[in-house]
């Protein structure tokens, strides 16, 4: 099992040895952190960079711009698009001015307040520039948390979002928001990337869920809510003298070549307990009955969402022969009856890994 609470301590560290030397890090000056912030809201960082140094040149400070011309500070943003993003910047270090004096705000309310301040940029000059305890989730981070934390739902719509930002909340190191919130945003853009992430070489992946459950390419979940069909499947861990009965799929299909514990999908007007006894007579002869239901798992893929009903099951003709019985394969190219704790080192379906890690803990197989 993944162990998330080691995820802020290792991104910290690897934040502190490959930090890119950005021209708004050597001084973190809130004026220099806020219009970093505003170029990066619509443009990749590299083109960033260029413009920043050519913007920082001509208005090196608050005062600068505040007085400045509309026309100097559009000429002095052109080619980086979204002009909208200078005409904020020069409303808001005009407020700047007329409301506190010239001195940035220090609250985040107050940052909040400026034009073209969202949530994210507040958060992020609040927390960079200021040292506040504020977060700053946009779609790079919500990537990362999606990943680590395996969000399972999309993670634009209403739950995906309110559960980033809650796993940002609770994962923020009080007094570092600064470091934590650069460190996601750096990691993001060069370690876990929208594709490709670099899993192998990951600083992380020790704590990664979705690297855990094998299940990187379906996260974050992307919104495809007409599309997502609800599918409700049981499952069964048959135990005989110790062993668990696990089986590998076929060599094409669907999670080709993982193991599974047996089962499928439940039929119309079938109940979950009916669906694992005759999924198991299926497809391997065996008759077995229920004895413990061990949980419900749900489990989000891009365009499904599994409903996963798990059950602890027995011989149909009791545990009482020492060697199990041989199967009749019929959805499977090989099967093992293994000990419990052989199981992490087999390759499972993430709904069955997720499965696996709650029978660590679970007195059934003591
Ligand atoms: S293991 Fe892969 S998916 Fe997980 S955090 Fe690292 S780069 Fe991202």
Same mark, same amino acid.
């Given at each position: 099992?993944?162990?998330?609470?080691?995820?802020?301590?290792?991104?910290?560290?690897?934040?502190?040895?490959?930090?890119?030397?950005?021209?708004?890090?050597?001084?973190?000056?809130?004026?220099?952190?806020?219009?970093?912030?505003?170029?990066?809201?619509?443009?990749?960082?590299? !083109? /960033?960079? #260029?413009?920043?140094?050519?913007?920082?040149?001509?208005?090196?400070?608050? =005062?600068?711009? @505040?007085? %400045?011309? *509309?026309?100097?500070?559009?000429?002095?943003?052109?080619?980086?698009?979204?002009?909208?993003?200078?005409?904020?910047?020069?409303?808001?270090?005009?407020?700047?001015?007329?409301?506190?004096?010239?001195?940035?705000?220090?609250?985040?309310?107050?940052?909040?307040?400026?034009?073209?301040?969202?949530?994210?940029?507040?958060?992020?000059?609040?927390?960079?520039?200021?040292?506040?305890?504020?977060?700053?989730?946009?779609?790079?981070?919500? !990537? /990362?948390? #999606?990943?680590?934390?395996d969000?399972d739902?999309?993670?634009?719509?209403? =739950?995906?979002? @309110?559960? %980033?930002? *809650?796993?940002?909340?609770?994962?923020?190191?009080?007094?570092?928001?600064?470091?934590?919130?650069?460190?996601?945003?750096?990691?993001?853009?060069?370690?876990?990337?929208?594709?490709?992430?670099?899993?192998?070489?990951?600083?992380?992946?020790?704590?990664?869920q979705a690297r855990h459950l094998g299940i990187v390419a379906d996260r974050?979940?992307?919104?495809?809510?007409?599309?997502?069909?609800?599918?409700?499947?049981?499952?069964?861990?048959?135990?005989?003298?110790?062993?668990?009965?696990?089986?590998?799929?076929?060599?094409?299909?669907a999670w080709?070549?993982l193991?599974e514990?047996?089962?499928?999908?439940?039929?119309?007007?079938?109940?979950?307990?009916?669906?694992?006894?005759?999924?198991?007579?299926?497809?391997?002869?065996?008759?077995?009955?229920?004895?413990?239901?061990?949980?419900?798992i749900r489990h989000g893929y891009?365009?499904?969402?599994v409903?996963l009903?798990?059950?602890?099951?027995?011989?149909?003709?009791?545990?009482?022969?020492?060697?199990?019985?041989?199967?009749?394969?019929?959805?499977?190219?090989?099967?093992?009856?293994?000990?419990?704790?052989?199981?992490?080192?087999?390759a499972f379906p993430a709904g069955h890994r997720k499965l696996i890690d709650?029978?660590?803990?679970?007195?059934?197989?003591?």
């Amino acid at each position: 099992m993944s162990d998330t609470n080691a995820f802020v301590p290792l991104l910290l560290d690897w934040f502190a040895a490959n930090r890119r030397d950005l021209p708004w890090r050597r001084s973190y000056d809130p004026y220099a952190v806020w219009v970093s912030e505003i170029m990066a809201q619509q443009t990749q960082m590299d !083109r /960033v960079v #260029a413009y920043f140094d050519r913007f920082m040149d001509r208005f090196p400070d608050l =005062a600068s711009l @505040a007085t %400045a011309e *509309e026309d100097a500070v559009l000429k002095a943003w052109e080619g980086l698009g979204y002009y909208s993003r200078a005409r904020n910047l020069l409303a808001a270090a005009r407020r700047i001015v007329a409301a506190h004096g010239g001195a940035f705000p220090t609250s985040f309310e107050a940052i909040r307040a400026l034009p073209g301040v969202g949530d994210y940029t507040a958060g992020a000059v609040a927390s960079i520039a200021c040292g506040l305890d504020a977060v700053a989730v946009d779609a790079n981070v919500s !990537r /990362v948390l #999606a990943r680590v934390c395996d969000i399972d739902t999309p993670i634009k719509e209403a =739950a995906g979002k @309110a559960r %980033a930002l *809650e796993l940002a909340r609770a994962l923020l190191p009080p007094g570092q928001a600064g470091a934590f919130n650069e460190a996601l945003m750096e990691f993001g853009a060069l370690v876990c990337r929208p594709k490709n992430p670099d899993c192998p070489r990951c600083p992380v992946a020790a704590c990664c869920q979705a690297r855990h459950l094998g299940i990187v390419a379906d996260r974050p979940v992307l919104s495809k809510s007409k599309d997502i069909k609800p599918i409700l499947v049981a499952t069964g861990v048959l135990l005989h003298q110790g062993k668990i009965f696990i089986q590998k799929r076929l060599p094409a299909g669907a999670w080709a070549n993982l193991w599974e514990f047996p089962g499928g999908r439940i039929e119309a007007g079938e109940t979950p307990e009916a669906a694992i006894v005759r999924e198991f007579r299926e497809e391997t002869d065996f008759t077995t009955s229920v004895a413990a239901k061990l949980g419900v798992i749900r489990h989000g893929y891009t365009f499904y969402r599994v409903t996963l009903h798990c059950f602890l099951l027995h011989l149909g003709g009791g545990n009482g022969a020492a060697t199990p019985p041989e199967p009749a394969l019929t959805a499977a190219q090989e099967s093992r009856w293994v000990a419990p704790e052989s199981l992490s080192r087999f390759a499972f379906p993430a709904g069955h890994r997720k499965l696996i890690d709650q029978l660590a803990n679970s007195l059934w197989l003591a």
